[in-house]
């Protein structure tokens, strides 16, 4: 089953700072995900929901819509990726909530 793939701004923008190698990698990473390929693990606690792909150094973050398609949210290099999609995760349900 091929799926529809929802990059964010966030995720373009990154990309596009990128160095053609890794922008190419995690374009075809991207297209791999259309099919649920790739190295893909379940994120936990806080993040429960959402999901990661590893991409050589790079974690995409992405979730299921309930449309079906894969919402690929944030990108950053492995060491900062989690702090910092957890922090804007967190602002962004105090903003809807609040």
Same mark, same amino acid.
């Given at each position: 089953?091929?799926r !529809? &793939?929802? *990059?964010?701004? #966030?995720?373009? %923008? $990154?990309a /596009?700072?990128? +160095? *053609? %190698? *890794? /922008?190419r +990698?995690l374009k075809?990473a991207? @297209?791999g995900l259309?099919g %649920? /390929?790739g190295?893909?693990r @379940?994120? %936990? +606690?806080?993040?429960?929901g $959402?999901y /990661?792909?590893? &991409?050589?150094?790079?974690?995409? &973050?992405f979730? $299921? =819509?309930a449309?079906? @398609?894969?919402? =690929?949210?944030f990108?950053?290099?492995r060491q900062l !990726? $989690?702090e910092?999609f957890? +922090? #804007?995760?967190i602002?962004?349900?105090?903003? !809807?909530?609040g």
């Amino acid at each position: 089953m091929s799926r !529809v &793939v929802r *990059p964010s701004t #966030q995720l373009i %923008e $990154y990309a /596009r700072r990128l +160095a *053609p %190698e *890794p /922008r190419r +990698a995690l374009k075809q990473a991207l @297209a791999g995900l259309r099919g %649920e /390929r790739g190295d893909i693990r @379940a994120l %936990e +606690a806080n993040l429960s929901g $959402y999901y /990661r792909l590893r &991409v050589g150094r790079h974690r995409i &973050v992405f979730n $299921y =819509a309930a449309d079906g @398609a894969i919402e =690929a949210i944030f990108v950053e290099e492995r060491q900062l !990726v $989690y702090e910092l999609f957890e +922090a #804007q995760f967190i602002k962004k349900l105090k903003t !809807v909530s609040g």
